[in-house]
């Protein structure tokens, strides 16, 4: 079928019936009586709110009668008899697939409400054809949240971004008349926002933090509150609501030092605030995963590029705007090795881990990057340099950055068959080519740092 869309006997168990749904490509199940007999449709946050409402998990789902019974038969369908008004009835119940049944009343086809609305030629539905799976998005406004955003949307998820909007709206504004997204404006220390943020999503994504490690050094008790406190109080909301497919991000640095490759069993060596806080908050959210809550922890490398909402304080950004602010790139040390990615790419593993079998990806950890973007920083500049058509490089011997360490990503790789597809000189030089044009106006600014802020934003 076109929309394999998840079936659930009667008796299956409430519990039961949110992992099907969350294991399928959709947020929904039909509902299917023991002899195949189509009774109803149940959406994922239909159960969940079954179980805030009282409703033990191992109660048999037809204990709760499901409250969308639409169905279709080809007959039906043949005589073109559905109007306008039926249709927008059943989106405004939510209801975005139909069961074609037979005539035991068995499915034998599954038909999208848009797909209907394109055959007898009334107006469009609200959102496409896609799973059309909830997301929350937390810092969806950020350098990394406001390209997942694009991604997901482009991708038939609906998106709702959580962010506290403290550099400003304009990452997000091009999105605005977007059907699929919705924003709410909170910090996620503040608990009832937070809350009110997970109804009926189907999976949550946790990129707001304080960033860095000079953020961090700045700011230690909001990095505490916010990156462990926080992270700790959303997820333990999620878990209490199963919804099972959280995606936490962490970080690389993590490791601090290390000679060898590094994988994710590879001992843990924090060297500054921000990594013991993403080591914490890790060991929290995994210690409360099981069968029906699945998190996935994704240590970040350095990230790089073009964002909506630009950083300049990453190390490919940085020595890119620096070639054409100063003509020449400073680089300290230059022995150092960083495990890179591409922002676009990085946002590509997300929507991936969304998309994965949640049994592959559930209670895991991957390194996100790539083996081939192990770089020391010296080879970094040497590359930017070549892009750009020979920008000097100005070294300084003296090591002011501790941490040095190579990761390996064959976990990532085999399991979500990921390979990037950014690289450091394409990037340069549509830094360069931003700052040239205008687009990036002045560099210098301070929304372009996370440092210089005094709030939380991933």
């Known amino acids: 079928m076109k929309y394999p869309v998840a079936r659930v006997e009667s008796r299956t168990s409430i519990q039961e019936a949110i992992r099907t749904v969350e294991r399928s490509p959709f947020d929904r199940a039909f509902v299917v009586d023991p002899a195949g007999v189509y009774l109803g449709c149940v959406t994922i946050a239909d159960l969940r709110r079954l179980l805030i409402s009282g409703a033990r998990g191992e109660e048999p789902v037809e204990a709760y009668p499901p409250r969308h019974v639409h169905k279709l038969t080809a007959e039906l369908l043949e005589g073109r008899e559905l109007d306008e ?15 074609v049944v037979d005539a035991e009343g068995k499915i034998a086809d599954v038909v999208s409400l848009e797909e209907l609305e394109r055959r007898y030629g009334l107006r469009p539905a609200a959102v496409g054809d896609g799973p059309g799976r909830r997301v929350l998005v937390v810092g969806g406004a950020g350098y990394l949240g406001s390209v997942l955003a694009r991604k997901l949307l482009s991708r038939g998820f609906r998106v709702r971004i959580l962010d506290s909007f403290i550099y400003g709206h304009r990452s997000l504004q091009p999105l605005a008349e977007d059907r699929g997204l919705e924003i709410v404006e909170g910090d996620l220390r503040h608990i009832p926002t937070m809350v009110a943020t ?16 000079p953020a961090s050094k700045v700011r230690p008790i909001e990095t505490f509150e916010t990156n462990v406190l926080a992270a700790q109080a959303l997820a333990s909301a999620a878990r209490l609501q199963q919804v099972g497919r959280f995606l936490y991000a962490s970080t690389c640095s993590v490791y601090g030092v290390g000679s060898a490759l590094l994988d994710e069993e590879a001992p843990l060596n924090p060297v500054s605030l921000y990594a013991r806080s993403k080591i914490e908050t890790e060991k929290i959210i995994l210690g409360m995963g099981g069968e029906y809550f699945s998190p996935t922890i994704l240590r970040m490398g350095t990230l790089y590029g073009l964002s909506p909402r630009m950083r300049f304080d990453l190390v490919v950004n940085t020595m890119s705007m620096k070639s054409f602010v100063d003509g020449r790139i400073q680089v300290f040390g230059g022995g150092q090795w960083r495990p890179l990615l591409g922002v676009e790419d990085a946002a590509e593993v997300y929507a991936r881990c969304l998309e994965a079998d949640l049994g592959k990806v559930g209670n895991q950890v991957f390194n996100v990057g790539s083996d081939a973007q192990n770089y020391r920083i010296e080879e970094v500049a040497g590359i930017i340099s070549t892009a750009l058509g020979g920008i000097p490089i100005h070294r300084d011997h003296s090591n002011l950055d501790a941490r040095d360490y190579r990761v390996s990503f064959a976990k990532l790789s085999e399991t979500l068959g990921f390979r990037p597809g950014q690289t450091i000189a394409d990037a340069a030089r549509a830094i360069v080519a931003s700052l040239r044009s205008g687009d990036i106006r002045n560099p210098a600014q301070r929304i372009y740092y996370n440092h210089f802020f005094d709030s939380t934003e991933e």
């Open 198 to 213: 997970l109804a009926d999503v189907d999976a949550v994504v946790l990129l707001a933090a304080i960033v860095g490690d």
């Open 85 to 99: 008004r039926m249709m927008s009835g059943m989106e405004l119940e939510g209801v975005r697939y139909l069961p």
